[in-house]
């Protein structure tokens, strides 16, 4: 495992420089490899040790980095220390690498791979909740909240896998105007069985009729202000027919979160914290921070100089609350319930200013475990249409998907017989989604391409797919060859040493997401081991090859499959084993 060389390294500069090996851990990062190009294996940079205070930060940094160099003795496990341009090279023991990678994998306990890595015990683990997805409920699932649903999903896994206890919660938008619209829009254009027919459908529809209505008719309006009203006052029977929309449209994302590989512990909305919210208004009553402007509504000063020149507002003129009064309800309720050491939020960056604005206020409130709340910003997806046109429900969009692959798939002559073929090309389409998203920068915008995202070859997810697919089937036909004795220093090739390199990243590219929620590290991360496995596939033959350095090699295949699988699923992609 790459602790045991960046242990050893650690051990070797602690002695010369008499210091805890731990401080060196952090400061050694794995050489980014470059295909047919033999490099070290490890790099430590003098400026990041003149930053922690080890070196003296004047002086010639050339010269301190040779002395260095020259001061540290090659081992048994390092056998090539040199000097670059402010940095030192370590090169360790190519049979040492290959046993103490890929020893795991054969004794079945290649799953903790990378997670066990020292470079975790400086990250804080505790509990982490997420919320993620939230649509509006009686409304049908809209594409634009898929974003929300994987990168939460995705940042879900990433915290559970380092060790952290996860709540994976969806903050449903079920409270407001648009249920005083839609419940008196039932009671104008409702039917019970096209309710129970195609509930979300149905809703949809009447939402759409009853809002055209109210834009002209007066009496509309004043129905849906009462419909509200009598929510607001817990009437039965106006909150029959909500709890009614409520759990329709559960069930129904229920079947569309299945098909995402997504779950949620919680199902939490806004009607939850309704009570709660007039008690934080009192609050901030009592401690003088809520104020009213001119406009005769409930704000609180967020200025620096206290002379009201950003305010946030938090009660209309009429006493009602707002999103953000009910978001801090919220935040103190969970707070209270879970005991969390962290929050993150996952939505669009136009929510940006209302997150911070959320924190300043908890924290004006006295609470300093708001200082623990992250929102997680993405941005918009462009030109997501469907062969019908525009798209507006994400249900479409994985129909498309799964049609556009399986149509791949029978056109393609290297598909194999497969019992479902369905359900291969819905993981397949729903993994190439998650790859085109998570390859840049979550804040940026990017634009929908179906032909690019569902490409074979390139960095796409039916790649990494296709990938993971021949490696199992490499390992299937050659089952029961690898129980015999591994011998790593059958592992000559550059090919293969190649590839050990790249794997001694993954515990630092995981660090990476883990301190950035972002996962274009993994993703890009297991692009590359993909292109480097179909070098291998060419170059390192296991059928016809001798029987021990068959056996090495396929050592080699099984430990990366291994990773692939595990880096897909922290992505939240279904791996597949046929395709």
């Known amino acids: ?65 040779e002395t260095l160099a020259s001061q540290l003795k090659q081992d048994s496990v390092v056998e090539d220390i040199s000097a670059g341009s402010g940095v030192i090279n370590f090169k360790v023991n190519r049979r040492l690498l290959a046993e103490k990678l890929l020893e795991p994998f054969g004794k079945g306990g290649g799953d903790t791979f990378g997670l066990d890595s020292e470079l975790f015990n400086t990250l804080k683990r505790g509990t982490t909740l997420v919320e993620y997805s939230s ?34 919660m969806n903050y449903l938008g079920d409270w407001g105007m648009q249920f005083g619209l839609l419940g008196a829009g ?65 069930r129904e994302y229920q079947h569309i979160y299945k098909r995402l590989g997504v779950h949620f512990d919680v199902y939490s909305g806004e009607s ?48 009602t609350t707002l999103y953000i009064t009910r978001d801090i309800a919220a935040a103190i309720d969970r707070k209270a319930k879970y005991c969390f050491d962290e929050m993150i939020y996952v939505t669009d960056k136009s929510q940006e200013h209302h ?88 804040l940026s915008d990017y634009k929908f391409d179906w032909d690019r995202i569902l490409q074979a070859q390139g960095d796409t997810g039916v790649f990494l797919q296709y990938t993971h697919a021949r490696l199992c089937s490499l390992i299937q036909r050659n089952e029961g060859m690898e129980a015999a004795t591994f011998q790593p220093s059958l592992l000559r090739e550059q090919t293969s040493t190649i590839i050990l390199q790249h794997l001694l990243r993954y515990d630092e590219v995981l660090y990476q997401s883990a301190q950035d929620l972002q996962p274009k590290h993994l993703v890009n991360f297991l692009l590359k081991l993909c292109h480097l496995i179909a070098s291998a596939h060419r170059e390192l033959p296991v059928k016809g090859s001798p029987q021990d350095v068959a056996q090495a090699r396929l050592r080699l295949f099984s430990g990366t499959r291994s990773v692939l699988a595990n880096g897909m699923r922290i992505l939240g ?3 597949v084993n046929k395709m």
Not at 8 to 19: D, E, F, N, V
Not at 147 to 168: E, P, W
Not at 292 to 307: A, I
């Open 1 to 65: 495992m790459s602790c045991f060389f960046r242990r050893s390294i650690a051990a070797k500069l602690g002695r010369t420089l008499q210091q805890s090996e731990d401080v060196f851990i952090p400061a050694l990062t794995a050489v980014n490899v470059i295909k047919k190009q033999q490099a070290a294996d490890f790099r430590l940079s003098l400026y990041a040790l003149r930053i922690m205070g080890i070196l003296p930060s004047s002086g010639d940094i050339q010269l301190q980095t």
């Open 135 to 168: 649509p509006n409920i009686a409304k049908k699932f809209h594409a634009g909240h898929l974003r929300s649903t994987i990168i939460g999903n995705f940042i879900a896994n990433l915290k559970q896998s380092l060790g952290h206890d996860v709540i994976r």
């Open 186 to 250: 039932f009671g104008q254009f409702g039917c019970v069985e096209k309710l129970k027919e195609n509930p979300l459908q149905h809703l949809f529809e009447v939402y759409v009729r009853v809002n055209k209505e109210a834009e002209h008719k007066e009496d509309t309006k004043q129905a849906a202000r009462d419909f509200f009203r009598q929510l607001e006052q817990h009437e039965s029977q106006a909150m029959s027919l909500w709890q009614q929309f409520r759990e329709i449209t559960v």
């Open 272 to 319: 939850f914290h309704q009570d709660q919210a007039q008690e934080v208004v009192r609050l901030l009553q009592s401690r003088g921070l809520l104020k009213t402007s001119e406009k005769g509504t409930g704000v609180v000063d967020l200025s620096p100089d206290g002379d009201m020149s950003s305010v946030c507002t938090l009660l209309r003129s009429d006493g």
């Open 355 to 442: 997150f911070s604005q959320l924190f300043q206020i908890l924290l004006a409130m006295g609470h300093p475990w708001a200082g623990g709340c992250r929102h997680v910003p993405f941005g918009l997806v462009q030109g997501m249409k469907t062969r019908t046109g525009e798209v507006v429900f994400l249900e479409d969009v994985l129909d498309e998907a799964r049609a556009r692959m399986l149509h791949n798939m029978s056109q393609s002559n290297t598909t194999k017989e497969l019992e479902n073929p369905e359900d291969t090309a819905e993981k397949v389409g729903i993994g190439a989604l998650i790859v085109q998203d998570f390859k840049g920068p979550l």
């Open 573 to 575: 992609i279904i791996p």
